[in-house]
């Protein structure tokens, strides 16, 4: 497709639980970009890929949440052990590389911790 | 550190008045600037954004945004707002030294009534 996709649209899991969430970055974008937006909130920084270099890691809100991207194009976010605070949408963007280049977002995951 | 502040949580123009959306910022650099929008129930699309240049930048929509240094500030504006412009609006900040991180605002509702 032309845009960022990620699955799942919407994961309803239980505290406690591990889940695993996907972003298919536009193809040819060398940076990825996880968010997370709660209810009411802004966009909260977690996590930066840019090509081969190490991650920006400084985002992630505790060592329950990791990310990886495999061969430069797919990304997964795990969250392990969930806890309702996790509750949120979970966005990724991709983007060219260089600062100067706009983000292209997906249309994000509505994470739901009961 | 980089900051971005969206001092209106709100803001409401009747149809056909220009509106303006605040936005200021904090970065050790030159700022990258830009300026995202959320449509209900959609993802995050880029509007427009300042690198260098010239201060008032167009994007789309019709929207527009002032570069001010001296005031640390990118407002966002449109000179006449229409009904499909309500939305919920985000800044965005970059340091150039710190290629990948955006700092968001916390966002602002544009609510334009007929």
């Known amino acids: 497709g032309a845009g960022v996709s990620q699955s799942p649209s919407n994961k309803v899991t239980e505290k406690g639980k591990d889940v695993e969430l996907r972003c298919d970055p536009i193809?040819?974008?060398?940076?990825l970009y996880w968010y997370r937006q709660s209810l009411g909130q802004g966009l909260e920084f977690l996590i930066y890929?840019?090509?081969?270099?190490?991650?920006?890691k400084s985002g992630l809100p505790s060592d329950r949440f990791s990310a990886e991207r495999t061969g430069g194009s797919v990304s997964t976010l795990t969250i392990q052990r969930t806890q309702q605070e996790d509750s949120a949408v979970y966005l990724c963007?991709?983007?060219?590389?260089?600062?100067?280049?706009?983000?292209?977002f997906g249309p994000g995951t509505r994470l739901t911790v009961l | 550190a980089q900051s971005v502040a969206q001092p209106e949580d709100q803001v409401n123009v009747a149809e056909g008045n220009p509106l303006t959306v605040k936005c200021t910022y904090s970065?050790?650099?030159?700022?990258?600037l830009f300026w995202y929008v959320q449509y209900p129930n959609r993802g995050l699309q880029f509007l427009l954004k300042?690198?260098?240049?010239?201060?008032l930048v167009k994007g789309s929509y019709g929207f527009e945004a002032e570069f001010n240094k001296s005031q640390t500030s990118f407002h966002l504006k449109k000179p006449s707002a229409l009904v499909s412009d309500s939305a919920l609006y985000f800044c965005?900040?970059?340091?150039?030294?710190?290629?990948?991180?955006?700092?968001f605002g916390d966002g602002t509702t544009l609510t334009v009534k007929p």
């Open positions: 963007a991709s983007s060219l590389r260089g600062s100067v280049a706009e983000q292209f």
């Open positions: 970065v050790s650099g030159n700022p990258y």
């Open positions: 300042y690198i260098t240049g010239d201060n």
């Open positions: 965005a900040v970059r340091d150039p030294t710190n290629a990948g991180k955006s700092t």
């Open positions: 890929f840019q090509g081969n270099s190490a991650p920006d």
């Open positions: 193809s040819g974008h060398t940076a």
